[in-house]
Each structure stands twice: as structure tokens, then as C-alpha cells.
């Protein structure tokens, strides 16, 4: 990589620390703020990176980041997150992620012809996960409701690992044919083992753990040394099992959290050292300013090149896809619930799609299929576009959303948006 370009990314990240706290209340998130700098070193502008150079950069990058994020945000989530007012988390799940993808795959029919059925159905599976890290300001807006906020929060932590089995499936069947493994093949490998692994290494890291603190053998800083290792032997496991890292990596999350809060009281551990929270700290941490530089890094390599060949049919698609084909899922998957239309419009909108889309977009684009130049550049548009458009809106509409709730909360008491006003629990 240039140098030139190492003390750039170095800047933007020391520079992005110092003004962080005032940037937050501004239009310009940290997604937003890398996503620019990236385009404004990479072929575009000043040409300080360029893929074609650095070809393993943009993928270690991009796919290190997702690995720690999806462990973090699969260890942190919580079986009460799903039954606490089960019809929120649940049904943006279980009706609005199916429906997406499906809904997302009718349109993108006529808009791009030059893709397959199948890939067809991967630009609609790619770009259905959502990100909070692209509108946090309206996911962490405190005047806004906790059920709306918790909701979202606990959406966009289990449905990018959720698509992986859609992703790689739909993968399979679309370089079948071209030298790939079949659906079979893929099903077994991807699915089964790298499931069995992550099951494996999270259970094992979390056992682990378990033992040496109840003898009080690991000492805080290492410890969460410990708990990052946990999804990388996984994720390498997996790979060398041919299967699945990120799906070993979610997994292994998964049972990690569900492990460690299952300590014994006898055990003598402190409940806040059994909180997986707690432990993933670092890993989240770790994850999410490798995730900023991949943002810095997409708008060089990715974004820059697709601005050159830009059409109307991939911004077409890439509105469609952030609005009706995330909104009307969501008022689907919320019909009977209660929520106001203010509510429903406000879950809908905020569904942006980040890191997950792009390392998804980057594995098709390496699988050479016939439609992946194509499929690449509709994600990078619509990544792009979302990272403009929700980084700008979300204090905006956090604000007037949250003044509309304290509004009619003071008229309607018993609002169904207030069910957890008095739930202090820790999330």
C-alpha cells in the first residue's frame, strides 16, 4: 500500500478522535466522513490506492472487520432482546428479512438485465442486512423510544448473520456451472460443519473463560485478548474445512454469549465478568475501527471506479432498495402491532446497509460470475448512497421523531411505542 495513503487513513482516524463527539450531532457521520476521504485518495483524486495494486488489502480488511463485528453483536444479543415485545426484533426478522430479499429480488428483475436469476437474487440477499454503524445518531437517540431503538438495534445484529445461509446458497447455485461447488456441496460445508465449528470454538472460548476466572487466572487486559482469538479460529477453522468463516465466526458468537451467561452462581465469578458485553468489548471495538477504515478503503478502491460507470438503472435500484424494498416489508411485518405510522416510516427508513453488503459484494465479485462486474457496482451505489443519505438524515429525523413520541406520549399515556419506557435493565 502507498505510504502516502497509510498516513492519510492514520489522519482521518486521528482526526475523525478529536472532532467525534462534535460530529455526532452533525450531518456528517463516521461512515460518511472515511467514505469521502476514500474517494478523495483513490483513483478520483489524488490516486494514493488503487485495487488493482493492492488487491489483498480491501479483502483482509473488509472481511477481518466483519468477522470481530459479527462475533461482538451475535455474543451480545440476549434471549429476553427477542421476547421482550417479541413483536418488534421478531417480525423485522422472521417476515421483513424474507420479504425483503424477495421483494428486493422482483425489482431488481427489470432495472438490471445484464444478471442471472441467480444473481438476480444475490444483489437482493446482499443489500437486505442492515448496519447501525451508518445511522447510530438515530439508533442511539435517547428521545427516542426504547422499544424503537432496542428493536433496531437487536435487527441489525442477527440479520446479517442470518442472510449468510441465503448468501451462500444462492451463491453456490449461481456459479454452479462455472467450476464452483454445487448447492449440495455448499449446504454441507458452509451450513452443517462451519455451524458445528463455530458452535465448537464460541462453547470451548466460553468454558474457558469461565475456568480461569473462577480461579482468577486471567487478568482484565488479556482476557479480552482471549475472547478475540475466539473468532478467529473459528473463522479459520471454517475456512480450512472449506466452509464458511463468517458463518463459523456469527455462530461461535452465539454460543459464546449464550455459554457465558449460563456461569453458576457458585462458580464465584462477578455478574459483570459473566456479561458477554463486557468481555467483547475490545473485539467490538477492534471491529468497529476496522470497519471505518473499510469504509475509508471502499470509497478508494470500490466506490471511486463504479462512480466512473455509473448508470441510471443501478441508482434506480439502489433508491428502490433502500425504500420500498426495506419500507414496505417493515409496515408489512409491523401490520396489527400497534406502532404508529410515524413509528413504522421511522423503523423502515433507518434500515442502511453497510459492511456486511460489501464483503458479501466482494466474495461475489471473486467467484468471476458472469454478472459480478455488474452486481459489485449496483452494492457499491447503493452503500454509497446509504451512507450519505441515513449518515445525513439521522439526526434530523431522530430529533423530530423523538419530539412527535414526547408529544403524543403527554396526550396518550398508554402509547404502545412506551411499553419499555420503564424497563431499566441492562442491554
Given amino acids: 500500500m502507498n505510504g502516502w495513503a497509510v498516513v492519510v487513513a492514520g489522519g482521518a482516524v486521528v482526526g475523525y478522535g478529536a472532532l467525534s463527539r462534535r460530529l455526532s450531532t452533525t450531518v456528517l457521520s463516521g461512515p460518511m466522513v472515511f467514505m469521502l476521504v476514500g474517494v478523495a485518495i483513490g483513483p478520483l483524486g489524488l490516486d494514493l490506492l488503487d485495487r488493482a495494486k493492492d488487491p489483498e488489502v480491501t479483502r483482509t480488511l473488509l472481511e477481518s472487520a466483519l468477522v470481530l463485528l459479527l462475533f461482538a453483536d451475535a455474543a451480545g444479543i440476549r434471549a429476553r432482546d427477542l421476547r421482550r415485545e417479541e413483536f418488534l426484533p421478531l417480525r423485522l426478522l422472521a417476515v421483513g428479512l424474507p420479504v425483503t430479499m424477495a421483494l428486493g429480488w422482483l425489482v431488481a428483475w427489470p432495472l438490471l438485465p445484464g444478471l ?80 458445528a465449528i463455530g458452535v465448537a470454538a464460541g462453547w470451548a472460548g466460553a468454558s474457558l473463560l469461565r475456568w480461569s476466572l473462577a480461579r482468577g487466572w486471567s487478568g482484565s487486559d488479556w482476557r479480552q485478548f482471549l475472547v478475540l482469538g475466539v473468532p478467529v479460529i473459528a473463522y479459520v477453522l471454517c475456512a480450512k474445512g472449506e466452509g464458511s ?159 412527535w413520541f414526547t408529544r403524543t406520549l403527554r396526550a396518550e399515556p398508554n402509547l404502545r411505542e412506551n411499553t419499555l419506557a420503564h424497563d431499566d435493565g441492562p442491554r
Fill in 116 to 195: 442471472g436469476v441467480w444473481e438476480l437474487a444475490l444483489a437482493a440477499i446482499i443489500l437486505a442486512p442492515t448496519d447501525a454503524a451508518l445511522g447510530q445518531q438515530a439508533f442511539s437517540n435517547k428521545q427516542v423510544p426504547r422499544l424503537v431503538r432496542g428493536g433496531l438495534t437487536v435487527e441489525s445484529g442477527l440479520n446479517d448473520g442470518l442472510a449468510l445461509p441465503f448468501f451462500v446458497l444462492a451463491l453456490a447455485a449461481a456459479g454452479e456451472g462455472h467450476g464452483h461447488p454445487g448447492i449440495a456441496e455448499t449446504f454441507l460445508r458452509a451450513l452443517l460443519l462451519s455451524s
Fill in 245 to 403: 468463516g463468517f458463518i463459523g465466526a456469527w455462530v461461535a458468537g452465539l454460543a459464546f454469549g449464550i455459554h457465558l451467561r449460563r456461569t453458576p452462581a457458585d462458580l464465584g465469578i462477578r455478574p459483570k465478568d459473566s456479561d458477554p458485553a463486557r468481555s467483547t468489548g475490545f473485539t467490538e471495538r477492534l471491529g468497529l475501527l476496522l470497519a471505518s477504515l473499510s469504509f475509508l478503503v471502499f470509497g478508494a478502491v470500490i466506490l471511486g471506479p463504479t462512480l466512473e460507470h455509473l448508470t441510471w438503472r443501478m441508482v434506480v435500484y439502489a433508491l428502490l432498495s433502500l425504500t420500498i424494498v426495506r419500507m414496505l416489508p417493515v409496515a408489512l411485518a409491523l401490520a396489527g402491532t400497534g406502532l404508529r405510522p410515524a413509528s413504522i416510516a421511522y423503523v423502515g427508513w433507518f434500515g442502511p446497509r453497510g459492511l456486511a453488503s460489501l464483503v458479501f459484494g466482494l466474495l461475489a465479485l471473486e467467484e468471476h460470475l458472469p454478472g459480478g462486474t455488474l452486481l459489485s457496482e449496483v452494492i457499491a451505489v447503493t452503500v454509497g448512497l446509504s451512507i450519505i443519505l441515513h449518515g445525513a438524515s439521522a439526526p434530523l429525523l431522530g430529533n423530530r421523531y423523538g419530539g
